[in-house]
């Protein structure tokens, strides 16, 4: 089932994803060479603790962080450490956070000072696949509409996507139905309804889409050792669109003192609201 969440459910999973979205944008600020993952993870578990937030990934299924962080052939699920970044590569930042019963994720991949065209262009196409995929949300639209997006887009530049892993609904557990490829046939699948809350996260490769576990159990590389990336938003299934929950402009606002208030009304205006038109 597929749960359908009411106005105040949908202000605090505002909330946490709101806050997501500010500690991830901090992370990617510190994000340069010589930085350890290991330090960007404990950035990321002291900002959540200290908002009254817990790491929703840390204890799941045993994964040992508040953070995924995953280096250049690393598709999602890299285990931070004391490896240095350097100058050239791309680390994809993922975190999940768990506040007032609710939880929220989002996923960014970020360059590490000057990277190689090819990688630029990578984060890019992967950033706007996500946004595609956003842009088909609408209540009446189908689950399968989201991943078909993905992929022509993704294809049609060159690169490919990752099939083994999917997004997912979230709500008051981390991974709720549906499931949400990143390839497909669209107007499959479940329709969409106003309420549902989608995580949406395309992994993007330079080269082909075969990926493997490492020994650690938990770390996802690229068969073929080229570059992946990684970009997730939380969402909220609208009428005419889908309110996205994770965009840092709107983090302090909505994580700010004045929470009780409510997102304001100028949402679809300073494009909170991502509509399926056009
Ligand atoms: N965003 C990823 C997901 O939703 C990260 C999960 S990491 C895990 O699957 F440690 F929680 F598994
Ligand atoms: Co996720």
């Known amino acids: 089932m597929i749960v359908c969440r009411s106005a105040s459910e949908i202000e605090k999973l505002a909330r946490v994803n709101a806050l997501v979205a500010r500690?991830?944008?901090?992370?990617?600020?510190a994000v340069k060479p010589g930085?350890?993952?290991?330090?960007?993870?404990?950035?990321?578990?002291?900002?959540?603790?200290?908002?009254?937030?817990?790491?929703?990934?840390?204890?799941?299924?045993?994964?040992?962080?508040?953070?995924?962080?995953?280096?250049?052939?690393?598709?999602?699920?890299?285990i931070p450490s004391g490896r240095a970044l350097v100058e050239g590569d791309i680390v994809s930042i993922d975190m999940g956070a768990k506040l007032g019963g609710f939880y929220g994720d989002s996923a960014v991949t970020v360059p590490v000072g000057r990277v190689t065209p090819e990688a630029e262009r990578l984060l890019k196409v992967t950033k706007e696949a996500l946004d595609r995929a956003v842009a088909t949300v609408r209540a009446g639209a189908r689950v399968s509409d989201i991943g078909a997006a993905v992929q022509s887009f993704?294809?049609?530049?060159?690169?490919?996507?990752?099939?083994?892993?999917?997004?997912?609904?979230?709500?008051?557990?981390?991974?709720?139905?549906?499931?949400?490829?990143?390839?497909?046939?669209?107007g499959r699948g479940p329709?969409?309804?106003?309420?549902?809350?989608?995580?949406?996260?395309?992994?993007?490769?330079?080269?082909?889409?075969?990926?493997?576990?490492?020994?650690?159990?938990?770390?996802?590389?690229?068969?073929?050792?080229?570059?992946?990336?990684?970009?997730?938003?939380?969402?909220?299934?609208?009428?005419?669109?889908?309110?996205?929950?994770?965009l840092p402009d709107v983090a302090a606002e909505v994580d700010g003192p004045s929470t009780s208030s409510g997102p304001s009304r100028a949402e679809s205006r300073d494009g909170r609201t991502a509509s399926a038109a056009g």
């Open 23 to 29: 500690v991830l944008k901090e992370l990617a600020a």
């Open 35 to 78: 930085v350890t993952t290991a330090q960007l993870d404990e950035l990321a578990e002291q900002r959540l603790r200290k908002a009254g937030a817990e790491p929703a990934f840390k204890g799941y299924h045993g994964y040992p962080a508040t953070i995924c962080a995953s280096v250049n052939e690393q598709v999602v699920h890299g």
């Open 154 to 186: 993704v294809e049609a530049q060159g690169f490919s996507v990752v099939r083994e892993f999917v997004g997912h609904g979230i709500g008051t557990a981390l991974h709720e139905e549906p499931q949400i490829p990143n390839y497909g046939t669209a």
């Open 191 to 246: 329709r969409l309804a106003e309420g549902m809350t989608l995580a949406i996260e395309p992994m993007v490769n330079a080269g082909k889409p075969a990926v493997k576990v490492l020994g650690d159990g938990w770390t996802a590389v690229t068969k073929d050792k080229g570059l992946s990336a990684h970009f997730e938003h939380t969402v909220v299934v609208t009428e005419d669109g889908c309110r996205v929950l994770t």
